[in-house]
């Protein structure tokens, strides 16, 4: 079991940037897939990045593309979401979740959670 704590968040600017950070509790932190995810007021709660055990692999949502990285530090047990050229879209609360499968943008497939850190991004 991981437990997962993120921080980071913030009231930004449009076009500032951010940096959130995901740490996770246990000695099996590489054993994870790690995904971020957010949910505005009112909407669901969507995929955001995705990166691999070992951090050779991501995927973004194309709302995010070019403007999003996300990493991870294994010996950390952290993983990060740096945040560019915020638009006020990106405001939403930003989930870290962790998995043992290998699916990207289910959801359902991650078994842990964090509680969340708010992004709001004013014009």
């Known amino acids: 079991q991981v437990q997962l704590v993120e921080s980071g968040g913030g009231l930004v600017q449009a076009g500032g940037s951010l940096r959130l950070s995901c740490a996770a509790s246990?000695?099996?932190?590489?054993?994870?897939?790690m995904g971020w995810f957010r949910q505005a007021p009112g909407k669901e709660r969507e995929f955001v990045a995705h990166?691999?055990?070992?951090?050779?692999?991501?995927y973004y949502a194309d709302s995010v593309k070019g403007r999003f990285t996300i990493s991870r530090d294994n010996a950390k047990n952290t993983v990060y979401l740096q945040i560019n050229s915020l638009k006020p879209e990106d405001t939403a609360v930003y989930y870290c979740a962790a998995q043992t499968g290998g699916s990207v943008y289910e959801l359902p497939k991650y078994e842990y959670w964090g509680q969340g850190t708010q992004v709001t991004v004013s014009s």
């Open positions: 990166i691999s055990r070992l951090g050779i692999t991501t």
């Open positions: 246990g000695r099996t932190f590489s054993r994870y897939v």
